[in-house]
């Protein structure tokens, strides 16, 4: 297998290192906004080439994995599925928009390119995906975060939220997942997951809580329907790279793409 990832930050370089030892991956094109830190990846692995740009290299992938951010997601998804080539994403909130959404759904489905969501940093999304063939009555997602990854948000900030003063978990947003997605693009990717997996993003509601005693970040995922009633909590370490994100992500996606690779579906 040939791959692209797009983004070179903790995710990013964690997916790296790990296809990096993979013996079925014989090429890495690794693609940062900062050229610099694509070069400095590359220079300590074997596979990995530092590019420019993967539209010139869609010609040899079979797999690109953005982990950026949801403009890069925006920008890239429909550019390598419209060339018929599988892409992973870890940005989700770049689905939030339906319009979008179904548009990149049909490229990719006339191209016969795949479209794939790793469950990230939140468990339960395999009772939640078989679930949702029957009714559902109420999908919920509380999340906590210590204050330290939720800074520089402006909807905070406009609301006179000062993250560093929080002394006790507070509660900082309760709404739907549509809004959360675009409030916290680089908090709540599970969210955008959970929607997409469920009962869409007006449907899902999302609680955020900065607490600084945690020192995790957790998410309770809720599900009520006819099936039953499931809850499910993980409890995350943060990434020893990146406070906003979760370890789990990054494990979550090296998983995904050894069953991509290896073609093995066990648990889906």
């Known amino acids: 297998m040939r791959m692209a990832i797009v983004g070179c930050g903790s995710i990013g370089s964690e997916l790296a290192k790990a296809a990096d030892e993979m013996a079925e991956v014989k090429r890495i094109y690794l693609l940062d906004q900062n050229g610099k830190a694509a070069e400095a990846l590359a220079s300590v692995l074997k596979k990995t080439v530092a590019v420019r740009s993967i539209e010139s290299e869609l010609y040899h992938c079979d797999l690109v994995i953005e982990a950026a951010n949801q403009a890069a997601a925006k920008e890239y998804i429909p550019k390598v599925v419209g060339r018929g080539v599988d892409i992973m994403i870890m940005s989700v909130g770049a689905l939030v928009d339906d319009d979008y959404r179904n548009s990149v759904y049909e490229t990719a489905r006339n191209a016969g390119a795949r479209i794939l969501v790793p469950s990230g940093a939140v468990c339960g999304t395999d009772g939640l995906s078989s679930a949702v063939i029957g009714r559902i009555e109420e999908v919920e997602l509380i999340t906590t975060k210590n204050p330290e990854g939720l800074s520089q948000v402006k ?7 000062d993250i560093s003063r929080i002394s006790e978990p507070t509660v900082i947003y309760k709404g739907t997942a549509r809004e959360a997605v675009q409030i916290f693009p680089k908090n709540v990717n599970v969210a955008a997951a959970v929607s997409i997996m469920g009962v869409g993003f007006d449907r899902t509601k999302v609680t955020i809580i900065a607490d600084p005693e945690t020192h995790s970040n957790s998410h309770q995922l809720t599900v ?5 009633e499931m809850v499910s ?3 995350n370490v943060p990434s020893p790279l990146n406070p906003s994100s979760s370890h789990l992500a990054a494990l979550s996606a090296i998983s995904a793409l050894k069953r991509i690779i290896r073609n093995e579906w066990v648990g889906i």
């Open 224 to 228: 009520k329907g006819e099936f039953g």
């Open 155 to 161: 909807y905070l900030d406009e609301r006179g939220i």
């Open 233 to 235: 909590t993980t409890r």
